[in-house]
């Protein structure tokens, strides 16, 4: 319930838990490192431009692409539009509760680093509204290991 309290409040949260996710990926990256990555991803078509080559601004520079995403749009507000549709009945509530904590159990298993981090914010119970995004780079349960690997994870979840 907290969380879905913080939804309604923040109208950032959303963004915050793609940001979290994408500090996951580029943990312990040097400006180097983040500048073959923003080459990769302006390759593959990426439309990011950062200023200053730290992890921080591309970070930010990945969320701010996926808002513009068509395609993460659809899945985000989509999920949004059944969530705001079944605030309306206490059953549907319950629903989501338990499909809220079957997510935010399924990312333990998965990617326990990232489920800390959103449980630090008090954001777990939240994740399965990214989790259509998210989930499009399942395979990587331990973290990328390539400069190659974080390009292709940051485009499926651009895209």
């Known amino acids: 319930m907290e969380a879905l309290v913080k939804l309604v409040k923040q109208h950032d949260v959303l963004s915050r838990m793609l940001e979290i996710y994408v500090n996951q990926l580029l943990h312990g990256m040097m400006a180097d490192d983040i500048r073959r990555i923003q080459a990769l991803l302006m390759r593959r078509g990426a439309n990011i ?5 730290t992890s921080q601004a591309l970070s930010y520079a990945v969320v ?25 009945t206490i059953v549907n509530y319950y629903g989501y509760v338990q499909e809220a904590a079957d997510a935010a159990n399924r990312l333990k298993q998965r990617n326990s680093t990232y489920y800390y981090a959103l449980y630090s914010e008090k954001l ?21 290991s ?3 690997d974080i390009a292709d994870a940051i485009m499926r979840i651009i895209r």
């Open 49 to 53: 431009a950062t200023g200053t080559l």
């Open 124 to 144: 777990e119970m939240l994740y399965f509204i990214v989790e259509p995004i998210i989930i499009k780079n399942a395979h990587l349960l331990s973290s990328p």
């Open 64 to 88: 701010r692409a996926v808002s513009g995403s068509f395609g993460a749009r659809v899945e985000l507000n989509s999920k949004l539009a059944k969530l705001s549709a079944a605030a309306v």
């Open 146 to 148: 390539s400069d190659d």
